[in-house]
């Protein structure tokens, strides 16, 4: 019994170790902004099956964006399988197309998006956000409505 009690009581210590021992891990890396997404912000992937209409495409997105109590916006958006022209948030339900309220900077990698310094909803765009009526999209040239979108979940 005594080295099981004593087992039990190292395995916090164990596991802290390998969570250092995996920190510098690229796929660690991608675990911890994962975690992290889904305890502070809204994970958004997006489709062209969600555009409306929808879109056939092999592209897609996804990242997190964050939208505190203040109304104040953060994160980003990473785009793959075709070059996007915009990116940004709109109002609007699943299905609805609804006007830009917040555009969003295109990185240097030209394939991420991210919230502008600064950025926050008004009352009206948080209360939407609350009941799951934002939506985040990406154009490309060939679809100038839009070729992937994703609802942001609050």
């Known amino acids: 019994m005594k080295v099981s009690g004593m087992f039990r009581a190292a395995i916090p210590a164990m596991i802290a170790s390998a969570a250092f021992t995996l920190a510098g891990c690229a796929t ?18 997006l489709s062209g099956a969600e555009e409306v209409p929808p879109v056939t495409t092999s592209g897609s997105g996804s990242g997190t964006i964050t939208v505190n109590d203040d ?6 958006v990473k ?8 990116a940004h948030i709109h109002i609007g339900e699943r299905g609805k197309i609804g006007p830009v309220i917040l555009p969003f900077t295109k990185g240097s990698d030209g394939s991420t998006f991210s919230a502008p310094a600064g950025a926050k ?13 934002l939506y ?7 679809n100038k409505g839009g070729e992937v979108r994703g609802q942001l979940k609050p």
């Open 28 to 45: 660690m890396d991608s675990a911890w902004d994962s975690t992290k997404a889904m305890v502070s912000g809204s994970n958004v992937t």
């Open 71 to 76: 109304k104040s916006v953060s994160g980003s």
């Open 79 to 86: 785009i793959t399988g075709f070059t996007a022209t915009v």
């Open 121 to 133: 909803l008004t009352d009206k765009q948080y209360e939407a956000y609350k009941a799951g009526n």
């Open 136 to 142: 985040f999209n990406a154009h490309s040239a060939a």
